[in-house]
């Protein structure tokens, strides 16, 4: 009984899918947190360009 336990790799693959999902969280994880500054800025500028071209278009498009 044993040795199948060991032998078997029925749901072998879910639990590979597991560890992989899990490593890639933790990577964003400490990647966000690592960069967590930049990525304010970023989202910032971008937000900040957004809303300029926003303005621009409903200003510009009634006249």
Not at 24 to 40: A, C, E, H, T, Y
């Amino acid at each position: 009984m044993l040795k199948r336990f060991f032998t078997e790799e029925k749901g072998q693959s879910a639990t590979e899918y597991i560890l992989i999902v899990s490593v890639i969280v933790g990577v964003v994880l400490v990647v966000g947190r690592v960069f967590k500054d930049q990525l304010q800025q970023i989202v910032g500028n971008v937000m900040g360009q957004v809303q300029k071209s926003a303005q621009s278009f409903m200003g510009g498009g009634g006249q």
